[in-house]
Structures are given as C-alpha cells and as structure tokens.
T-cell receptor
Framework: DVKVTQSSRYLVKRTGEKVFLECVQD?????MFWYRQDPGLGLRLIYF???????EKGDIPEGYSVSREKKERFSLILESASTNQTSMYLC???????????FGDGTRLSIL | GQNIDQPTEMTATEGAIVQINCTYQ??????LFWYQQHAGEAPTFLSY????GLEEKGRFSSFLSRSKGYSYLLLKELQMKDSASYLC???????????FGAGTQVVVTP
C-alpha cells in the first residue's frame, strides 16, 4: 500500500512565524503535491513537484514556498505565517500518466 | 477555464443506491478520479476512468463519457459508513495535476 506521511496532525503557530510542513512518501512517485482545504472552497493546489528540485506553482502559491531535495520528501514552507493560512493542509503523491494521487492524513494548522 | 461541477448534498436510505453526477470542462483530460473523504480525514482513492464506460469495484462503480464531459459514481447497498463527501477530480495535464470538484456530501439515513 502507498504510504504518505505528514509530520504533524495538528499544529499551532503564531503570526509571523516560519512554519515547515513535511511530507514523505514511500512509493518512489515522481509527483508530489501540497493542497489546502477550506470549508466551501474544496481542495486547492498550492504547489507541486514532478521531480527532485523541480517545482511548479499551483492555484494559490502566494505566501508559500516548497522544497524537494529528495524524491521521497516534499516540504511546504510558510515564510511568515498569517491568520488566513489557518487551514487543513494535505500532501499527496502520484505517478505520472493517469495515476491516482494518494493523500497523507493531513495537518490541521492554526495560526494565532 | 477549468470547471468541475457536482451536487452539494444528497440523502439516501441505508440499503439503497445513490448516483453522484460530475460534469467537467477542462483544458485537457487524462483521466477522471473519485475519492471518498470522511469528516476530518484525508481523501481516499475509490475509482478512476480513462476510457468511456463503466468500471466496477465491489459496491462502487464509476462511469465516464468523455464526449459529454460527464461521469457518475454509483454507490450500491448503502451502509451508514458510506456517509462522507465524494470528490470528483480530473487529471487535466500531462504533469499529473488534478482539478477537484467541491465535493458531494452523501448522508445515509437508517
């Protein structure tokens, strides 16, 4: 079975802090994705990566950056956290070419 | 632009059948995927279609018509544990990016 592991289920941080969310997958997938999910807005893509050190902006990249130094690990960084970044963050990985994405358990992040 | 539409909510009785429709207009199409998401949990993959027709996986089936930009997920012999949100997603480019619908909340009543 595919395993996508996110470093924290719940996280509370303060406004202005730099926040790191980590994601690791064990299926040697090329693609990895970061989404946020908010009530009424569905899943929105923040960034994705199709290879090591490669990254592409998704629909809502502002206020975020990412890092993919190793194939299995994809990190999401909130450079200076703000209250409007309080959300559920979901990491996913998948193969290329009509393959399903598989999600981690999610990190519920609260910015106070 | 990209657009994926599905109903907001559906209610059905335990043991019944429910059909969740999804229509899409996307710049590209490589496949259509269905996910189940229970409250507070991550989406889990259910089924996908690349070619037209019906794919059956136990109590769940998914249908695709590419010419109509239409898919449905059929849930048979509904159980209480099937109460969840069901997400329709289209892989819209060659990089494997998905466009997700807002989800359909299915409520199963006794």
């Amino acid at each position: 079975d595919v395993k996508v592991t996110q470093s924290s289920r719940y996280l509370v941080k303060r406004t202005g802090e730099k926040v790191f969310l980590e994601c690791v997958q064990d299926m040697d997938h090329e693609n990895m994705f970061w989404y946020r999910q908010d009530p009424g807005l569905g899943l929105r893509l923040i960034y994705f990566s199709y290879d090591v050190k490669m990254k592409e902006k998704g629909d809502i990249p502002e206020g975020y950056s990412v890092s993919r130094e190793k194939k299995e690990r994809f990190s999401l960084i909130l450079e200076s956290a703000s209250t409007n970044q309080t959300s559920m963050y979901l990491c996913a990985s998948g193969g290329q070419g009509a393959k399903p994405q598989h999600f981690g358990d999610g990190t519920r992040l609260s910015i106070l | 632009g990209q657009n994926i539409d599905q109903p907001t909510e559906m209610t059905a009785t335990e043991g019944a059948i429910v059909q969740i429709n999804c229509t899409y207009q996307t710049s590209g199409f490589n496949g259509l995927f269905w996910y189940q998401q229970h409250a507070g949990e991550a989406p889990t993959f259910l089924s996908y279609n690349v070619l037209d027709g019906l794919e059956e996986k136990g109590r769940f089936s998914s249908f695709l018509s590419r010419s109509k930009g239409y898919s449905y997920l059929l849930l048979k012999e509904l159980q209480m544990k099937d109460s969840a949100s069901y997400l329709c997603a289209v892989e819209s480019d060659s990089w494997g990016k998905f466009q997700f619908g807002a989800g359909t909340q299915v409520v199963v009543t006794p």
